[in-house]
């Protein structure tokens, strides 16, 4: 009888149990409740607030099908498109998103901008960079649900920003100085999940904070340039160099996307920061993929290179229109006991239900009852879950749409 050492080896492999071989850090990674909801798009009786993702009708596909198209009919940059390249990412479109972020206060140069397979991986790069496990992390209260399961690789404790810190209270910025925090993550403008935006004085008081804790502060912008209501507010970067000079003596490392502007499956996003940082930021880009596919980046310049600002328009009079249409149909049929935030940009509502509500029960009966989506809003707390908020996004449905699962929702909640 002839034993085969191989097969013997694969049939035990086969019944190991995988979870005592994983690393400690996977004891914090949970699937994302966000992207299992986004199946539920595949439904078509479904009205759907839960995902907060682009209009797929407001893309610029012909745009995009003409470069593809331009690049590849010219044999050398054909050549280019599909090779190899540098970590940092396609030198064209680095200048052009140091120019446009210049022209946004911002004064930066190429050198300043790594690209990344979108933001997302701009926060998995960040959290490599700079936390060890149990280091702090400061967040708002609630915060985007994606960057605390980038940082959760990495192990790091949080603190939710507490409450009056960027107000005046003592008590609550010397909070933040106790726990000597590592990393603060925020979103300024239209933040996911409640499209709150930072007004200037907390901007400013946010900056003092990291500067008197000496910590990093990571500038989410996704949503940045789809403001359509209400007034610019310079970013945290550019409040930061304004304090101190340059890029290369700020603190603040700003994130920029044009999967919220452009298209998500290109995967162009991008980290600005000083060059020092940037420098290593490249290596563990290169450790990690090697680079953001060549042909992506330069299809995406080309598109953006003409008429990208007339694109911006048409994003914030479309999510404005829809903006608005859920903020009428809040007004108009939710009970008492319910409050809400009104955003002036971005993508998404944040609903606080009446105290006893789940938001994770609601969605369940929701589901079931009236075919309508949401995201529950505990997910998106570091700490201390408020388990009666939930996140609606309009992005996604007409306003005849919206309306309609308003009402549904409203019903169900009065119900209880």
């Known amino acids: ?3 085969d050492i191989q097969d013997l080896a694969s049939e035990e492999l086969a ?3 995988w979870a005592a071989r994983f690393s400690t850090r996977m004891a914090g990674i949970r699937a994302s409740e966000i992207r299992e909801l986004l199946k539920l798009l595949e439904q078509p009786d479904i009205l759907s607030f839960a995902g907060g993702i682009p209009d797929p009708a407001l893309f610029p596909a012909r745009a995009i099908r003409a470069a593809y198209a331009e690049i590849l009919a010219d044999g050398a940059q054909a050549a280019q498109a599909l090779q190899y390249t540098v970590s940092e990412g396609h030198g064209p479109l680095r200048r052009w998103i ?3 972020m210049t022209r946004d206060g911002m004064p930066c140069e190429p050198e300043n901008v790594l690209l990344t397979a979108g933001s997302q991986q701009a926060l998995d790069l960040l959290g490599k960079l700079f936390l060890d496990p149990g280091a702090t992390v400061i967040v708002a209260r609630p915060t985007y649900l994606g960057a605390l399961q980038a ?10 920003l507490p409450e009056g810190a960027l107000d005046g209270d003592a008590a609550a910025r010397a909070a933040v100085g106790a726990c000597a925090p590592r990393l603060g993550y925020f979103v300024p403008d239209f933040a996911n999940p409640t499209g709150v935006s930072l007004t200037l004085a907390q901007r400013e008081a946010l900056l003092d904070l990291a500067e008197a804790g000496d910590f990093p502060l990571v500038e989410d912008g996704a949503y940045r340039e789809l403001r359509f209501g209400g007034e610019a507010i310079p970013s945290l970067l550019a409040l930061d160099i304004a304090r101190n000079g340059s ?3 700020a603190r603040t490392l700003f994130c920029g996307t044009l999967s919220k502007t452009l298209s998500p499956a290109l995967r ?3 980290i600005c920061g000083p060059k020092a940082v940037i420098e290593k930021l490249v290596l563990l880009k290169q450790g990690g993929d090697l680079h953001v596919s060549t042909i992506n980046q330069m299809v995406a310049h080309r598109v953006v290179s003409e008429g990208y600002d007339q694109h911006l328009g048409r994003l914030r009079a479309a ?3 829809q903006a608005r249409a859920m903020l009428a149909a809040l007004q108009q049929h939710m009970p008492a006991g319910v409050s809400w935030i009104s955003p002036e940009g971005g993508m998404f509502v944040w609903l606080t239900l009446p105290a006893g509500l789940d938001g994770k029960d609601l969605l369940a009966r929701a589901l079931t009852d009236i075919r309508v989506a949401f995201v ?6 570091a700490e201390a879950p408020a388990a009666n908020t939930l996140r609606l996004s309009y992005s996604l449905l007409p306003p005849d749409q919206i309306e309609e699962g308003v009402r549904r929702l409203a019903g169900l909640i009065a119900n209880g």
């Open 1 to 3: 009888m002839t034993i």
């Open 15 to 17: 019944t190991k149990d």
């Open 98 to 100: 140091a120019e446009r």
């Open 151 to 160: 940082f959760n690789a990495y192990q790091p404790a949080y603190l939710d």
């Open 247 to 249: 890029i290369e003596a």
């Open 268 to 270: 162009i996003g991008w």
């Open 319 to 321: 999510y404005g229109g």
């Open 376 to 381: 529950p809003g505990a997910p998106f707390f």
